[in-house]
Every structure is written in C-alpha cells, then in structure tokens.
C-alpha cells in the first residue's frame, strides 16, 4: 500500500483508525488512509461496502465509534470547513419545481456569490441554454449537473462526490470526467466514489474499499505492475483474492 506521508504532496483528507457502527454493525473497521491536495482520487468498491459512511465520515455528518478524521488541517465537521468543502450525495440535492437558475440563484445567496459566478459554473458543468428549464424535467445526468453545479458556487477546495456517474450514459460520464479534472488543474482535490471499476483509469490515485475496511491505496499503474492485471476490474478480483487469502492465514 502507498504510504501517503511519502507521496511528495500534503493530505487535503487524513482518516486514521475510522471506526463507524450502525445497529451493532461495524460498518467501517479501522479505516486509515490520506488523500493528495489538488489530486483526483477515486474511492471504488461493490455498493454497501461503506463508502458513503466514508464519505460522510469526511464532510462531518456520521457519528463515528472511533479514530480521527481531519480536512484541510482540522477536524471533520469543523464549522470553518462548511464553504471550504463541496458535497454531492448521490441522489440530486436541488429542488426539481424551481428552474436550474432558481436553483442556482438560491443556492449562490447562501455562499454569498452573485450573478456571474452562477454564469460561470453554468459553463463549466455545460448547462449553459438549461437556465430555464424546471429541474423536474431534466434527466438524472442534467440534474447531477445541477447538483454539481450548485457545490461549486462557493469555489470548494475541496470536492466530495458520492457515485456522481451512477445510471449515466457513456458520453454524460466521460465529460463529466473531464468537468472533474479540469476542476482538479484549477487546484482543487476531488474524492469520487465509485462502484464502476472502468472508471478508475481517470483517477490519480485509487482507494480500494470492501466489507468496510480498506484493502488498498494505489494508483492504477501500480495495481496493474501489482497485480500482473491490465483490465482494472480484473486487477480489483486480484486484490480481493489476496486479502481474503491473507485472512484465512
């Protein structure tokens, strides 16, 4: 496993020891991980693995059993973080009887931004010509926009997307990728969940979940040299047979 504290550049996101439970479930057992400021990290693994407990460890919002969690250099859920982090959960969080632009304007006077910045983040998540639109009508991929969109108002430093591609089609996901590194060139850092291993060849480094514990963090080039595997999804299946095998030992 890639040791963070060596990889040459500071942690936007350091977890150590994250314990959660839930009804007597241990939903995530001793996590510990870093992620690289200004990187694109994708956090992949099979739905209920406990990457939205992870995520929501990180913006501040689960009750935590145990270990520490710190952002931007302070604690999770700190209220100083509150304009320094953008979250997208995975079911749209905008209203669908106001239009995308009702939306944004409302969202843009909470973050205390005006006019041109609801322009500009039109343009960058390509809805320009959508302003008009109810956001009731729009298809899921438009209406993840739309969430995206209205995360990125305050100008975040850092992003967290919980399976923001999840039911898009081929081409809605790969410009939403190229939204999300050209987001990461401007010197943000992205954390972006996913259970579609394709999807882990366009992330710098990756956080390989299952059964709530982390089994690795790599970045696609060393799970491939890793694993002897050039199919990422193959190399994933090579990961989880050696951490099982280990644990049978």
Same mark, same amino acid.
């Given at each position: 496993?890639?040791?963070?504290?060596?990889?040459?550049?500071? @942690? +936007?996101?350091?977890?150590?020891?994250?314990?959660?439970?839930?009804?007597?479930?241990? !939903?995530?057992?001793?996590?510990?991980?870093?992620?690289?400021?200004? &990187?694109?990290?994708?956090?992949?693994?099979?739905?209920?693995?406990?990457?939205?407990?992870? /995520?929501?460890?990180?913006?501040?919002?689960?009750?935590? *059993?145990?270990?520490? =969690?710190?952002?931007?250099?302070?604690?999770?859920?700190? =209220?100083?973080?509150?304009?320094?982090?953008?979250? !997208?959960?995975?079911?749209?969080?905008?209203?669908?009887?106001?239009?995308?632009?009702?939306?944004?304007?409302?969202? &843009?006077?909470? =973050?205390?931004?005006?006019?041109?910045?609801?322009?500009?983040?039109?343009?960058?998540?390509?809805? @320009?010509?959508?302003? *008009?639109?109810?956001? &009731?009508?729009?298809?899921?991929?438009?209406?993840?926009?739309?969430?995206?969109?209205? +995360?990125?108002?305050?100008?975040?430093?850092?992003? =967290?997307?919980?399976?923001?591609?999840?039911?898009?089609?081929?081409?809605?996901?790969?410009?939403?990728?190229?939204?999300?590194?050209?987001?990461?060139?401007?010197?943000?850092?992205?954390?972006?969940?996913?259970?579609?291993?394709?999807?882990? &060849?366009?992330?710098?480094?990756?956080?390989? /979940?299952?059964?709530?514990?982390?089994?690795?963090? !790599?970045?696609?080039?060393?799970?491939?040299?890793?694993?002897?595997?050039?199919?990422?999804? @193959? *190399?994933?299946?090579?990961?989880?047979?050696?951490?099982?095998?280990?644990?049978?030992?």
């Amino acid at each position: 496993m890639t040791d963070p504290a060596t990889s040459g550049r500071a @942690d +936007a996101i350091r977890v150590d020891g994250l314990r959660v439970v839930r009804g007597g479930h241990e !939903v995530l057992r001793g996590v510990s991980l870093g992620v690289d400021q200004g &990187a694109v990290t994708g956090l992949l693994g099979p739905s209920g693995c406990g990457k939205t407990t992870l /995520m929501r460890s990180i913006v501040g919002v689960q009750i935590v *059993a145990g270990g520490t =969690v710190s952002v931007l250099g302070l604690p999770a859920g700190s =209220v100083e973080l509150r304009r320094r982090i953008g979250y !997208v959960t995975q079911a749209p969080s905008v209203y669908g009887d106001l239009t995308v632009l009702e939306n944004l304007r409302y969202f &843009a006077r909470i =973050v205390d931004v005006g006019r041109d910045r609801v322009d500009e983040v039109l343009g960058t998540v390509g809805l @320009d010509g959508f302003e *008009a639109r109810l956001t &009731a009508s729009l298809s899921g991929g438009e209406r993840a926009r739309v969430s995206l969109a209205s +995360a990125l108002l305050g100008r975040p430093e850092l992003l =967290v997307l919980d399976e923001p591609t999840v039911g898009l089609d081929p081409v809605l996901r790969a410009d939403l990728w190229r939204t999300f590194h050209a987001l990461a060139a401007d010197g943000a850092t992205l954390l972006i969940s996913s259970h579609v291993m394709d999807e882990a &060849a366009e992330c710098d480094d990756l956080l390989l /979940m299952r059964n709530g514990a982390l089994l690795e963090q !790599v970045t696609p080039s060393e799970l491939r040299r890793q694993t002897g595997r050039d199919d990422l999804a @193959d *190399a994933f299946l090579a990961v989880i047979e050696t951490a099982s095998d280990g644990s049978d030992g």
